[in-house]
């Protein structure tokens, strides 16, 4: 079966680096996104892997190891606006996205 | 990026009554669309996809009397509620990729519905 994987909440302190983990198993493979989400709104992009490595993007960078079905998303600088949650979506052989539940990250002062 | 825009964001409707969402991409075609319902503290669920011209392809478990889904135009789909239910109370989003190969899907803003 198709599966996503990810953590449920992780704790992080203002200014502070954290990463988020994502392990995936599809039915092919078409490229790894991370999306943001905050509480009552609709997600929005961040990131999308296809090739193995590093993708950095300002404060936010994601990596994809295709061989291990794995990705994490890191974040740098940790600011309080960055208190949501993070969802890793895998694009299946049918470039269907699965997703999965998504990971609350609390940023303390 | 590409904007999608969904409406209405919140309805309150009564049981028994039908809710019409509407998503729009306004500044790019749209192939593909898909809606998304999700409930507190979960992840996104993929009810269906919808494909202009065609009918929508439901996912497994969602009644398609119930969520009638329309894809008239390349930048119009629209998701009824039909015969509302409290239980029918949820986050429905849709999102819009250009392609079905598409790197990224574009998001609406979601609508909150609540049915009393």
């Known amino acids: 079966g198709q599966n996503i994987d990810q953590p449920t909440e992780m704790t992080a302190t203002e200014g502070a680096i954290v990463q988020i983990n994502c392990t995936y198993q599809?039915?092919?493979?078409?490229?790894l996104f991370w999306y943001q989400q905050h509480a009552g709104e609709a997600p929005t992009f961040l990131s999308y892997n296809v090739l193995d490595g590093l993708e950095e993007k300002g404060r936010f960078s994601s990596f994809l190891s295709r061989s291990k079905g794995y990705s994490y998303l890191l974040l740098k600088e940790l600011q309080m606006k960055d208190s949501a949650s993070y969802l890793c979506?895998?694009?299946?052989?049918?470039?269907?996205?699965?997703w999965g539940a998504g990971t609350k990250l609390i940023i303390k002062p | 990026g590409a904007v999608v825009s969904q409406h209405p964001s919140r309805v309150i409707c009564k049981s028994g009554t039908s809710v019409k969402i509407e998503c729009r991409s306004l500044?790019?075609?749209?192939?593909?669309m898909f809606w998304y319902r999700q409930f507190p503290k979960k992840s996104l669920m993929l009810m269906a996809t919808s494909n202009e011209g065609s009918k929508a392809t439901y996912e497994q478990g969602v009644e398609k009397d119930k969520f009638l889904i329309n894809h008239a135009s390349l930048t119009l789909s629209t998701l009824t509620v039909t015969s509302a239910h409290p239980e029918d109370s949820s986050f429905y989003i849709c999102?819009?990729?250009?392609?079905?190969?598409?790197?990224?899907?574009?998001f609406g803003q979601g609508t909150r519905l609540t049915v009393v």
């Open positions: 979506a895998a694009s299946d052989s049918n470039y269907q996205l699965i």
């Open positions: 599809t039915s092919g493979f078409n490229g």
């Open positions: 999102s819009a990729r250009r392609l079905p190969e598409s790197t990224e899907a574009f």
């Open positions: 500044d790019f075609q749209a192939t593909t």
